[in-house]
């Protein structure tokens, strides 16, 4: 059976990454299944998410990626819509994501978006704490390459939807998260 396609948008809160999201679900004549990281966040009790907020993100980012590789082994495509971070306990998810997935096929996108923007989102909302995005984005790894970078604060959804889509459309120019695999590999084995 053929693989499905990942999409995989790597992102801070705000961004535009389910907007996006919906945009290319609606340009594509073949189906994309949305897995968003805050569905599995919302899978948890709140009054257990508050208590153990750190161990129940580790679990459910885990159950995610698995989900992610079930969908593309069935041959479903998914577009992926995630805030990975460069933090010191939680550093392993992007390396995470490139063990699970280094057999799949995979577009590795970062949607930007700037921080006027992200701050006016933000209030517009309603639903995410003041600041939250500003915050992601001082944690963001700046270091990770991508197959794809779009700024929606600049482009409009549909503009950046239709350079995923092209990008999409040429499968040979993609590579960036195994890439980043081998180089996290090649490094942590000059640690040893």
Known sequence: MKKGTI????GVSSAGKSTL???IQRKLDTPYYHICCDDFMNMTPKHILTRDFDNQLLITQGIMHETILLFSEK???VIVDDVVLDLPDKNDW???YSVILQNSNVLFVKVNCGLDELRRRE???GDRSIGQSEWQLGNMD???IYDLEVDTSINSTEVCADQI?????DNSTWGALKLFKEKTEKFRLQKI
């Open 7 to 10: 999409i995989l948008l790597n």
């Open 21 to 23: 999201t919906k945009a």
């Open 75 to 77: 041959g479903h495509n």
């Open 94 to 96: 992007l390396y995470e």
């Open 123 to 125: 209030i517009k909302r």
């Open 142 to 144: 700046n270091s990770v």
């Open 165 to 169: 889509i092209s990008k999409l459309n």
